[in-house]
């Protein structure tokens, strides 16, 4: 009793913890579907003055206590569908989707997003270095041209990015003449999935898409009260700014792609 008369005024011991948490969560939008893991490796980045950072088992006893998990409802499915007519590429990847340099591998996929006036599909090339969004592009239809457009907008910001591996599904858009044309034509190595069509041959791009899903539409927008448009400026903000730049990944050791990235080739500059 005297104990507890003694403890009853005196801050609670992990305040100054999450003040620096609820600071991280408030810095962006999706930055609340931070879980334990990716929340510890944000404290351990910033590095909050005077905050003594616990064990990340620590961490996700205090974000339970304030009520800072979130649990959002997943809504997988797939939309590409396979030709088993055409001409199939090699699956080059093998399901190894770890990459020891920037712009050697990459993997691509669309995506479908309802809206009020229609569907938004999104194409997207990501790489497996540090899984930064290197291309992006969006149409209402998801015929060949939006992957080739994908990949012209990827080839424009990162013309190294030729002769790299790009791997897909077996989907139409990819077995086309014309996204093979321009595969060929920017030197790049086609990879796809193995014969069966299996989604496992290209998880990781599966999952970037449910990522994406998760933290910035489910639980946080209708998405068909919103117009195609105004979802093109939301996906555009969130891929090339706060993924690429900003969003904690734990693939990359607690790093945004972008921050990965430049100490990559901080490194080699230190070692040249």
């Not at 992006?136 to 910001?157: I, P, Q």
């Not at 086309?176 to 790049?188: P, V």
């Amino acid at each position: 009793f005297y104990k507890y008369l003694v403890d009853k005024d005196r801050p609670w011991r992990y305040q100054e913890l999450t003040d620096a948490m609820k600071e991280i969560i408030s810095e962006d939008e999706c930055n609340d579907t931070y879980g334990r893991s990716r929340m510890y490796q944000a404290l351990l980045l910033k590095q909050p003055e005077g905050v003594r950072i616990p064990s990340e088992r620590t961490v996700y006893r205090v974000m339970n206590r304030m009520g800072l998990s979130h649990r959002p409802k997943r809504k997988p499915n797939g939309i590409t569908k396979a030709d088993r007519e055409s001409m199939k590429s090699e699956d080059l990847l093998k399901r190894d989707f770890h990459a020891n340099a920037p712009l050697e591998k990459c993997i691509t996929d669309i995506t479908e997003i309802p809206a009020s006036n229609g569907k938004l599909y999104v194409s997207a090339i990501f790489d497996c270095f540090d899984l930064s969004v290197l291309g992006l592009a969006m149409e209402t239809n998801m015929k060949a041209d939006l992957c080739v457009h994908t990949l012209e907008n990827a080839l424009t910001a990162y013309p190294a990015l030729e002769g790299a591996v790009i791997h897909s599904d077996r989907g139409t858009q990819y077995t086309s003449e014309t996204y093979r044309q321009a595969i060929r034509e920017n030197h790049i190595h086609q990879s796809m999935n193995s014969a069966g069509g299996r989604c496992h041959d290209n998880a990781r791009c599966e999952s970037m898409w449910a990522r994406m899903k998760t933290e910035l539409l489910y639980d946080r927008y209708d998405t068909k009260q919103m117009t195609v448009e105004d979802l093109k400026v939301l996906i555009w903000r969130y891929f090339l700014s706060y993924w690429n730049n900003r969003r904690i990944c734990s693939a990359n050791g607690g790093l945004p792609p972008m921050i990965k990235r430049r100490q990559y080739y901080e490194a080699l500059e230190m070692a040249a």
